[in-house]
Each structure stands twice: as structure tokens, then as C-alpha cells.
């Protein structure tokens, strides 16, 4: 701040009784904090922000220590030094989310796909219980695998398949129900 500014800040913000309106404070931003007597409450005081005149509506922002004394729950305002200690704080905490979130990204998520290959399933197995060696099903003769599994299921599909079109092509009703047909009906002329 240069020193004809100070002066002037100094001098606006003298309490002089004929004076409306006085200065308490600035913020780092260059708005000014004012307060005022209110014309109806002479006891009380208002308190008003006049934004820098360089800086465009939209873009004013206020820091929380402000708003505080503006809505009266604060009573002293901040100083320049608080102000000061306030933004080194935010730029720690952001460094400090920074870094936090460097360790959170190197860390290996639960839903990411795993890097290493999975052991595969045991596809030949030595117990006699699960594969008996004499049976009157062709299939079972063969040796256990994974391509086997695989024919199985494609033979499975294949008979469901042909048991569907069997069905089918017979046109032949298979339950009670799918005999019936609806009956035309006409009222007596009672019930009319």
C-alpha cells in the first residue's frame, strides 16, 4: 500500500461525529469494508463492501473472515497479516491434497483389471469317484478336460434345440389349457 493511500485509509477511518460513513478495513483484493449508521437505528451500525473499481462484478470474491464481519459474527475485522496467514493456509492444504491424491492414484484399485494372469482350473484330475471307468454313456469315457466340457455343452444345446423344434413341427397341444377357445356370447334379453 503506498503511503498516500495509508493516509487516506487512516483519515476515512477516523470516527468524526459528523461523518456517515467510515472505513475499517481492506482486504488483499483491494475491496474496502465500511460501516455506517443506519438512518432509522441511530444506535445501530451497518456494514457495506465497495468492490474494486478494476475488478468486474463477477469476478469479486470475498474471503470467509469477511463475510463473518459483515453479518455481524465476528466483531473485529481481520487483519492484513491474517488475510495473509489464511492464503498461505489454503495453498498447504491444496499442496498437501495434491500429494494425498498422488499417493491415492499409485495405490492399485479394487476395480482396475488385475496385472497378473490367474492360475487356470485343474482340468485332469487322478480321482476315480468323479470319472468311473465303466459306464454305458459314450461320453463319460473320455478323458476329463476342458475341451470336453466345452463339446458337452455344445451337445447339451444341440438336443434342447432339437427337442424345441420337435415340439414345434407336431403343432400338438401339451397341457389342458391350449384346447380351449373362447365361445361367442350374447346376453338374454332378461339381463339386458
Known sequence: MSPVNSLWFKWKALKLPWRRSWVVGQDLSGNTFWEFRDA?????????????????????????????????????????????????RQIQIKKLAQIADEKW???????????????????????????????????????????????????????????????LSRNVPTGPGEKWQPEAWTPDATRR
Open 105 to 167: 492414484a499409485a495405490k492399485p484399485s479394487y476395480l482396475d483389471k488385475p496385472q497378473t494372469k490367474q492360475t487356470s482350473p485343474a482340468t485332469r484330475t487322478s480321482d476315480k469317484t468323479l470319472h468311473p471307468t465303466k459306464t454305458s454313456d459314450p461320453r463319460s469315457e473320455r478323458q476329463p478336460g476342458v475341451m470336453n466340457q466345452v463339446q458337452g455343452q455344445e451337445q447339451i444345446q444341440q438336443d434342447a434345440s432339437q427337442k424345441k423344434t420337435k415340439a
Open 40 to 88: 432509522i437505528n441511530t444506535n445501530r451500525l451497518r456494514r457495506i463492501v465497495k468492490y474494486n473499481n478494476k475488478t468486474h462484478y463477477g469476478d469479486v470474491k470475498i474471503t470467509p473472515q469477511w463475510h463473518q464481519w459483515l453479518r455481524y459474527v465476528r466483531q473485529e475485522p481481520p487483519s492484513l497479516e491474517e488475510q495473509r496467514r489464511d492464503i498461505m
